[in-house]
């Protein structure tokens, strides 16, 4: 498939790798412009571009940006054409994002980023910490290969994400529609739990929406003690130790 991706942050990065290593034409690009984007990421045949390149001609959009960016986005993905599936990896966290009130009223993160975007979505790569992402993919059938949630509400987007995350290295598991995905959000069970897909529908069943936000903050406030500052991630066993205590 020919795939834009929008950032080039720590899932963007994984994203652009390995969507390009099982053989999709990805164009990618970030804020600052194609010359600021390491070349190592495009050793499989991904090429850097400005944003509005990385829109043009293609079949899936991905945008691995902070929530908080997506309304600067929006006029451009407005503009795709409607047979253009749209995927969100993002998550909204208030320190970083700042204060959306529809969110914090209850609205689901995927809904409202659909509602700024003017079309539907489909929601994944959200529920795996980055570094797990890029460490622990493995082959379809692999024992303990991690499971992820999506959410969409059409058919098209459900499918074409579920696709692409297993082409990612992970088994997908479709989680319901958008108004739903709130059980993917931070702090619910399955998120960044590395849970095989067996696993992922109960957790999904389990999650107490009014929890999340309490959930979601101590764990920021975890991570921040341990590695101190707000864009360093923790490694990969230490997150998933951490989120399945509080989360789970």
Request: glycine share 10%; charged share 25%.
């Amino acid at each position: 498939m020919k795939i834009g991706i929008l950032g080039t942050g720590h899932i963007g990065t994984t994203l652009v790798t390995k969507l390009s290593q099982a053989g999709h034409d990805v164009k990618v690009a970030n804020s600052r412009g194609p010359e600021t984007i390491e070349t190592g990421i495009l050793r499989h045949g991904a090429r850097a571009v400005t944003s509005a390149e990385a829109v043009k001609d293609v079949d899936v959009v991905i945008m691995s940006t902070p929530l908080g960016a997506i309304p600067g986005i929006a006029p451009m993905i407005k503009a795709l054409p409607e047979d253009v599936v749209v995927i969100d990896t993002s998550n909204y966290y208030p320190g970083r994002d700042g204060k959306i009130d529809a969110i914090e009223a209850g609205t689901a993160e995927s809904l409202w980023v659909a509602g700024q975007l003017g079309r539907p979505i489909a929601k994944a790569w959200n529920a795996i910490t980055s570094a797990s992402f890029a460490e622990k993919g493995a082959p379809a059938g692999a024992p303990g290969r991690i499971a992820i949630p999506v959410a969409a509400d059409g058919d098209r987007a459900r499918e074409v994400a579920l696709a692409l995350v297993e082409d990612t290295g992970l088994d997908a598991v479709y989680s319901g529609t958008l108004a739903e995905s709130w059980r993917q959000q931070p702090g619910a069970p399955c998120y960044c739990t590395d849970l095989s897909a067996e696993e992922i529908p109960s957790a999904l069943a389990s999650t107490e929406r009014e929890r999340l936000p309490r959930r979601r903050e101590l764990a920021i406030a975890a991570i921040m003690e341990r590695v101190g500052d707000n864009t360093t991630n923790p490694d990969s066993e230490y997150a998933v130790r951490l989120t399945r205590a509080l989360f789970m």
